[in-house]
């Protein structure tokens, strides 16, 4: 039995938090249901310190208890889902179980086959199918139009390219918080990334916000090389966030993902 002191748990935890936050969000494509299964599995190890896995690294004993309260309750979102949401539930329950899950953790989470399998309960072999399943089946699934709200041209061409790659169109690209909402005004998307931190010194966040105003349901990507910063659990906060660097398998992930809970005209039956 484990004589760790309470203090020292907690503080394995809580470093991980933020990226626990992440990954439930992405999941539920909701900052509300996502942080409910967050705070869940907290209160777990909470209840009985001795599921919190001591010989694994404190990421992955963190995401297995989460696992663990996520499998259980059938890996869906929550009853009262409506809308937009209710509709992505009824795209999703077609992927093969565990897909999207070992697709997360291993692109977003950064998560080696090794620790997926361990998260998930699984071979590491059965890990990586998933993944390649979850690309096959999520780039026939979907396509739709993306916006791409970013200052730095080769970091804006290079989404542009993995985005196109992956079958979507590019609405534009906008370099200034104002831009970004003319843009939408003027092409709607189905799906919006943005940076933070824009050219004139304005805010990607500002220009999401008043797009949201009009268009509540529309998913954001946001890619940010400090995401801790946006996954407090405090106030409204994004439910898909990529870190700065990233790579095209996290962009490629996290665009499937969000896809999935944009509106029904950009999934295909």
């Known amino acids: 039995m484990s004589t760790e002191q309470p203090q020292d748990l907690t503080s394995k935890i809580g470093a991980n938090l933020p990226f626990l936050r992440r990954y439930a969000r992405a999941l539920t494509g909701s900052q ?33 208890v989460f696992h663990s309260i996520w499998s259980t309750s059938g890996a ?22 565990g897909t999207r899950e070992a697709l997360l953790l291993h692109t977003i989470e950064e998560m080696s086959f090794s620790d997926v399998a361990s998260v998930l309960d699984i071979s590491a ?8 399943i979850a690309y096959s089946e ?80 529309m998913p954001v990507i946001f890619i940010t090389a400090f995401p801790e910063r946006l996954l407090t659990g405090e106030g409204p906060e994004p439910a898909f966030l990529i870190s700065k660097p990233y790579t095209e398998e996290q962009v490629r992930s996290a665009v499937s993902q969000a896809m999935f809970f944009s509106s029904t005209e950009t999934l295909k039956a």
């Open 76 to 97: 869906t979102l929550s009853d009262s889902e409506t809308g937009v949401a209710a509709k992505a539930q009824k795209h999703l329950a077609r992927l093969t179980s």
């Open 125 to 132: 072999e059965e890990a990586e199918n998933l993944v390649d």
């Open 32 to 64: 509300v249901e996502g942080d409910k299964y967050a705070v869940a599995a907290l209160e777990a190890i909470l209840s009985d310190t001795s599921i919190f896995d001591h010989e694994a690294s404190n990421k992955v004993a963190l995401f297995k």
């Open 138 to 217: 999520m780039a026939k699934s979907l396509a739709g139009r993306v916006m791409i709200i970013e200052d730095e041209a080769i970091i804006a061409m290079d989404l542009e390219a993995i985005v196109a790659d992956m079958g979507h169109a590019v609405t534009g690209i906008a370099r200034t918080a104002d831009a970004a909402v003319k843009l939408y005004n003027t092409e709607r998307p189905h799906l919006i990334m943005s940076d933070i931190q824009l050219a004139d010194g304005s805010s990607g966040i500002d220009a999401v916000n008043k797009i949201v105003e009009d268009a509540p349901d």
